[in-house]
């Protein structure tokens, strides 16, 4: 018995480690499986020996049945909200009030911490143990969170180390921005509900009635405060204090700073700004605090607001607005984009007019109209996009978005092909938007790279009728250039220069800049690598393009496809003959040969014994070519840990899945783990 006992003792131990390594310390040091491994061990002793459960072991997050409805907890400390400021100016005044205020000249520090945008939480911990977790609710009374707040790993059910007999910790819930996606995605896949920001994911996860619910979403922590703490249990700034809470096992943010005076502020928020696309988890600002205590008690509170914080916050991301139409893009591809056109407004430090709505699905599922009052987010140097529809504001006869049957440029039937998401004009070449997409691209600065050729030149020269295929750009004169509205002598002579310049290229940036369907920069130079020449490319089958490292069957095929249309052979030779070149030279030898030659592998998920990166060698030294999409001509799917998409669609397929154990058959050049059915 007391071996069990030890065990268990030593299992507690050793996860609680392993969570603080991954929360507090951010430096975890085995992976999940572990982890979970550990946990069902500590599991299956605790159901066979009932007398050892403790309320702060860590399989005890999840209990209890569902709540009727949660208690209401008055704050022993009432919990404040915080003065915002948008302007630097109001940072200034802040910082002059409180110097006025302490009567003081030399520099105030303050500690500056981001803004989490999530929901606020108080912890109350009895002799180190969590015994309850409330929300701010009103600031005077919130709600008992405690078995919610229980299921999330990042918030330790027992403190560490010399804990005074009563603490309060208050810090923030979130979702990451990561995991918030992943939940979307999930709930895309299996017809579930969508949370709109990781602040709604955090709010309502944390606020259901049933705590197995909350356990299933992947909610975070970070502590940013105490209360009911005595002079004698704190230290003397709030920067050491964080390091406390640090010390006790909470999370806190590692991001926040002490700086001196205003200037330190605007400097910390000018520095988060930057790293905030960067960061892990959303934030809407940052938090300043004056860093001594004492001098925080000196200044005490005005109406629930201490006058030590101040909450100096991003210009919003989120806005409303009026959706005054909604019409369609035609890429150089001819897919077709439902753009709504927006009443002006100012969100994300921006003026938006214009925001995507994707593709038909997306508009169905966001259910947007013209007319409708729209919440539209911009973040960072995200496109602008509609994130929902306010329907209670729609007009009475507002009517459901349909997708045009004919391209709106060309007149061309746009058709939507089964399975995908995007809807394309069948125009072609002769799709004006197509013809100008196309040359904008390829003039783009890793393609062509021509200078001085933007948007603007580009439309003249096809209005003007001057430019109709990309060969047409190197035929162009000085004399034709001037012609062209707002371009002088000298911009043309400039342009003619560039387009002269151009001609000497390489072939990854010609073959990226035709824009082959599937084909980004890094795969054509890829290509241009392996052929060596155009020519090679022109001889080239299906075949011979799935041998190049990374080109899966559906580029093979669109490259296949590419260059046997004549349309596209005249254009090359156009390019040819206008004098456009590059270096070329002999083909890759192909790879290695051995017993794998002329097998295609697929890995997938994580190995545990070695990285993706050395397996993929090791494969491809025996001769293997290692593909990243599984087809009926694959012949093998290394199968690691969390496999996803690719081991289903090899298991659809047919295609042999091997474990690591097999693959080290395989690489000792035994082929029977893929020898099927003998
Ligand atoms: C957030 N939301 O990140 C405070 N906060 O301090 C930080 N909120 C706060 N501090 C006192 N970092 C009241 C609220």
């Excluded at 709504?340 to 994300?348: N, T």
């Excluded at 990854?508 to 084909?519: N, T």
């Amino acid at each position: 018995m007391s071996d069990v006992s030890g065990r268990v003792s030593e299992l507690r131990r050793t996860l609680e480690k392993y969570s603080h390594e991954y929360y507090v310390l951010d430096q975890p040091t085995v992976p999940d499986a572990e982890y979970d491994r550990l946990l069902r061990e500590l599991e299956a002793l605790e159901a066979a020996n009932p007398e050892l459960i403790t309320p702060d072991s860590p399989t005890q997050r999840v209990g209890g049945a569902p709540l009727p409805q949660f208690e209401s907890v008055q704050h022993e400390v009432p919990m404040l909200s915080l003065g915002n400021a948008f302007a630097e100016q109001e940072v200034e005044e802040f910082d002059q009030r409180i110097r006025q205020r302490l009567d003081r000249d030399e520099p105030v520090s303050y500690v500056a911490e981001p803004k989490l945008d999530g929901l606020a939480l108080s912890l109350l911990y009895r002799d180190g143990q969590l015994v309850r977790a409330a929300t701010r609710g009103d600031g005077s009374s919130g709600e008992n969170v405690t078995l919610n707040a229980r299921t999330i790993r990042a918030i330790p059910l027992r403190l560490r180390g010399e804990v005074p007999p009563l603490v309060e910790v208050r810090g923030e819930v979130y979702i990451s921005k990561a995991d918030f996606e992943r939940y979307n995605k999930s709930a895309d896949a299996t017809g579930g509900k969508r949370f709109v920001n990781p602040r709604n994911a955090a709010a309502g996860s944390l606020r259901q009635l049933d705590p197995r619910l909350t356990a299933q979403r992947p909610l975070s922590f970070f502590a940013y405060a105490g209360a009911q703490l005595s002079d004698s249990e704190l230290p003397a700034t709030h920067g050491e204090f964080l390091q406390q809470l640090r010390e006790w096992g909470l999370p806190v943010s590692p991001e926040h700073r002490v700086v001196e005076g205003p200037q330190g502020c605007l400097e910390y928020y000018a520095d988060i700004g930057k790293k905030r696309d960067d960061l892990a988890y959303e934030i809407d600002g940052v938090v300043y605090k004056v860093n001594e205590y004492v001098l925080q008690r000196d200044l005490g509170f005005v109406s629930r607001a201490p006058r030590w914080a101040l909450a100096h916050k991003f210009p919003a991301q989120e806005e409303l607005t009026t959706v005054e139409a909604i019409e369609v893009q035609i890429g150089r591809t001819g897919a077709v984009t439902p753009v709504a056109r927006l009443e002006p407004v100012f969100v994300g430090g921006v003026t938006v007019t214009n925001a995507t709505l994707h593709n038909e699905d997306e508009v169905k599922r966001k259910d947007v109209r013209a007319g409708d009052t729209v919440v539209v987010r911009r973040a960072g140097d995200v496109i602008p996009e509609v994130v929902s529809a306010v329907v209670e504001r729609r007009p009475a006869d507002s009517t459901p978005f349909v997708m045009p049957t004919h391209c709106p440029l060309c007149g061309s039937p746009i058709v939507r092909r089964e399975g995908e998401a995007v809807s394309r004009c069948t125009g072609g070449m002769i799709c004006p938007a197509q013809v100008r997409g196309g040359l904008i691209h390829f003039v783009s600065r890793q393609a062509m790279d021509i200078e001085g050729l933007g948007t603007q030149v580009i439309d003249q020269l096809v209005t003007a009728g001057l430019v109709e295929t990309p060969a047409d750009i190197f035929l162009l004169s000085a004399d034709q250039l001037v012609e062209l509205e707002r371009l002088g002598e000298k911009s043309a002579a400039n342009l003619v220069a560039a387009i002269e310049t151009s001609k000497q290229t390489e072939l990854g940036r010609l073959l990226f800049g035709l824009g082959i369907r599937d084909v980004g920069h890094a795969t054509a130079r890829t290509l241009a690598s392996y052929f060596g020449s155009l020519d090679a490319l022109l001889g080239a089958s299906v075949e011979d393009f799935e041998q190049v490292p990374d080109v899966g069957p559906v580029v093979a095929a669109s490259l296949a496809a590419y260059f046997s249309d004549p349309g596209n052979r005249e254009l090359l030779a156009a390019l040819r003959a206008a004098g456009v070149t590059w270096p070329e030279h002999e083909p890759q030898t192909g790879p290695a040969e051995g017993p794998l030659t002329g097998r295609t592998f697929v890995l997938t998920g994580t190995l545990s014994s070695m990285p993706r990166s050395e397996a993929r060698a090791a494969l491809e030294a025996l001769g293997a070519k290692v593909s990243g999409s599984v087809s009926k001509k694959t012949s093998g799917v290394i199968a690691g840990d969390k496999a996803g998409s690719k081991l289903t669609k090899a298991q659809d397929l047919g295609v042999p899945v091997l474990d690591e154990d097999a693959m080290a058959v395989l690489l000792a050049g035994d082929l029977s783990p893929i020898e099927k059915g003998d």
